[in-house]
């Protein structure tokens, strides 16, 4: 949520900041801006809108060379999206410029005690607060990294900053809490930024920074401190991947390149992670076997599509290892005071790392004493630093808001938890772990084959695209499935979806089904599933009150072609891995409607990647 990056070395930094704001402008695009330092002046242009307007603007009105530069793409939170509202805000003494992710709650205090000393402000942001207060203390002598940090201790919420100061154009400030901040390691540049996205094209070479950390940054200096001014151990790493992952590759938008992606993605979270007779080998799981052996509970935190891998996962956990496993939407979970003690493994999923729900739920658990084990995408992320272990998936970066190849490759990696909860806890025997993981290695080629035959997929969009409302069933664990491919259609097609388990349809929803209403419907395997006879029904049940049946069944099952008006085949694999093959039609089939309705696939309107706030 909201995009920012930072500057400083020997190129233009207005080029440098832009560039790095496209590339992420997937966290926000209610507004965009940037501000640079030139003849001890600070120069801003800021448009309301997508990054176009702001390029616009530049060209109407450029702004002058400079070697140091910041800029913002926003998510609005405190104000509306206007021009005033979008960031850089630069203090009323013009000695400071700031951009801002994240929520300031104090904010309206703070104002206030401004406005008292004559502040003037002219925006509605919570943001203008932080850039008024920094301009203050840096007006009254202090330091821009004492400024900064005696900011941040007044501060209450979740916040990054980024400033540079009209005096020292060589020196940017960045300070974060609860969101998020890397910095990227130039020869002679540096840089700070949301994500190593907005600088991956000049360097590999990041560092994260800790919880309540700032960065006073030159072309040829990083410190990184506390806001106190204390010395803070920092971790550089490498990025595994590069420009190219972070570029569409031909295609017209990123989600349908990374839906095309999922074979490679998941062949890369399995990748080492069993030894070649189907054993486990989880090495990052930093939490003792003995203490996993005496877990008596499993909560799975998350929000959004990774809450609905999460769903898959309780099924397989559960199946496999026999431990009751339940599955909580993270901004529920803190509030309601759930059970945890010493002996409950807390599971969190996010493909961001940042998601301020889902962080607030893992550090509400860890104070109950909870082991938590991250699964995640975001090398150096917040979620798993603060988490006991981390299984992070190789998905590479994920910049389509509607969630793909992060979903699949979460349930990927939930599949692999459950295994080797299973071997360590002795609840399967080796050959059947085994069976079931050379099964799981296999599915990188099942996906690709669904792949290569979603041409029907298009035809169907091109039927369907008038229709508004569209139902998605499933049973066990196609019914998370049933969700994703509803949530999929609402994102990023505006069209009322949803997601049932089958068997709940007479219950109530059936009422919806009229006359030519289309259900997707996802099919457990023929024969070897206790349940395929019953979603069988269950579709017949909804065809006879005049439903358009789009049936996601597996290859060879003859039993279902009768009732389905369109059938999509799926390969052969066990009920527990359905998913990874049966998702892909759902999320291809929403991509094709949204493109057919004109709609910007990779950026929905009011969403934004990564969800920062609460
Ligand atoms: C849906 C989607 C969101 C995210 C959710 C959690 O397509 O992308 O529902 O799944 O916001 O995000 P992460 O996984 O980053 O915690």
């Known amino acids: 949520m909201c995009g920012i990056i930072g500057y400083v070395g020997p190129r233009v930094a207005r080029d440098v900041v832009v560039a790095g704001l496209k590339r992420m402008e997937y966290r926000g695009y209610d507004s965009a801006g940037v501000a640079v330092v030139s003849d001890g002046r600070i120069e801003v242009r800021k448009k309301a809108g997508k990054i176009a307007n702001l390029e616009a603007a530049l060209a109407q009105s450029p702004l002058p ?3 140091i530069g910041i800029g913002h793409t926003r998510w609005a939170t405190h104000g509306g999206p206007t021009d005033a509202n979008a960031h850089p805000h630069v203090s009323q003494n013009g000695r400071v410029a700031l951009i801002h992710n994240g929520i300031i709650e104090n904010f309206a205090g703070l104002r206030a005690e401004l406005e008292a000393e004559g502040v003037g402000f002219r925006s509605d942001t919570d943001t203008e607060v932080a850039a008024q207060l920094l301009g203050r203390e840096v007006g009254r002598g202090l330091d821009l990294a004492e400024a900064m940090g005696a900011v941040c201790q007044r501060l209450e919420g979740a916040f990054t900053l980024v400033a540079l100061d009209a005096e020292q154009p060589h020196r940017l400030v960045a300070a974060r809490r609860n969101s998020p901040l890397v910095v990227g390691v130039g020869e002679g540049e540096n840089f700070v930024a949301s994500d190593v996205a907005a600088f991956i094209e000049f360097t590999r070479s990041a560092i994260e920074l800790g919880q309540d950390e700032m960065v006073d940054v030159t072309p040829e200096r ?20 590069d420009l190219s992952a972070a ?11 990374e ?3 999922q074979p490679t993605a998941v062949f890369e979270t399995l990748l080492g992670r069993y030894t070649a007779d189907g054993a486990l080998k989880l090495d990052e799981l930093h939490i003792p076997e003995a203490h996993l052996r005496g877990i008596d509970k499993i909560i799975i935190v998350a929000c959004g599509s990774a809450y609905y891998a999460g769903l898959v996962a309780k099924y397989a956990i559960e199946h496999w290892t026999r431990i009751a496993c339940e599955v909580e939407i993270a901004s529920e979970f803190r509030y309601r005071d759930p059970i945890i003690t010493g002996s409950t493994l807390v599971v969190t999923i996010s493909q961001s790392g940042e998601t301020a729900d889902t962080l607030m739920a893992i550090r509400h658990a860890r104070d109950q004493k909870a082991r938590i084990v991250a699964i995640c995408n975001t090398n150096g992320s ?5 988490s006991d272990a981390v299984i992070y998936t190789h998905a590479g970066p994920e910049i389509g808001v509607a969630s793909t ?11 692999l938890l459950g295994l080797y909860l299973a071997q360590v806890r002795g609840t399967m025997f080796g050959d059947e772990i085994a069976r079931v993981m050379q099964e799981l290695a296999e599915t990188p080629k099942l996906i690709q084959r669904v792949l290569d035959n979603l041409s029907p997929l298009e035809d169907l969009a091109g039927r369907l695209v008038g229709r508004d409302s569209f139902l998605f069933l499933g049973r066990h664990v196609g019914y998370p499935v049933a969700l994703e491919g509803a949530l999929k259609l609402k994102e990023i097609a505006y069209l009322h979806a949803e997601g049932f388990p089958a068997g709940e ?4 929803p059936i009422a919806l089904v009229d006359s030519g209403v289309p259900v997707f419907v996802i099919v457990p395997p023929q024969g070897r599933d206790q349940l395929h006879d019953k979603v069988v029904s269950n579709i017949q049940e909804v065809r006879a009150r005049g439903a358009f049946t789009v049936v996601l069944a597996e290859e060879g099952d003859d039993e279902v072609a009768p009732f389905a008006d369109v059938l999509l085949r799926l390969p052969q694999v066990s009920t527990i891995l359905q998913p990874l093959l049966a998702i892909v039609p759902l999320q291809y089939f929403a991509c094709e409607v949204a493109t057919r309705l004109g709609y910007d696939v990779d950026q929905p309107r009011n969403l934004a990647k990564s969800v920062t706030v609460e």
């Not at 570029?247 to 390149?257: A, L, P, S, T």
């Not at 917040?382 to 603060?386: A, D, L, N, Y």
């Not at 349809?505 to 109530?508: D, N, Q, R, T, Y």
Request: some cysteine; overall charge negative.
């Open 259 to 261: 839906i095309f992606e």
């Open 405 to 415: 190849k992060g979903f699949e490759t979460q349930v990927a990696a939930c599949y």
């Open 65 to 67: 060379d400079s070697e």
């Open 247 to 257: 570029e569409k590759g031909g295609y017209d938008w990123f989600m349908r390149k």
């Open 222 to 241: 990083i410190t990184v401190t506390d806001f106190w001014g204390r010395p803070a151990a920092s971790k550089p790493y490498e990025v595994t991947w």
């Open 382 to 386: 917040t979620i798993p630093r603060e």
């Open 505 to 508: 349809l007479k219950h109530g």
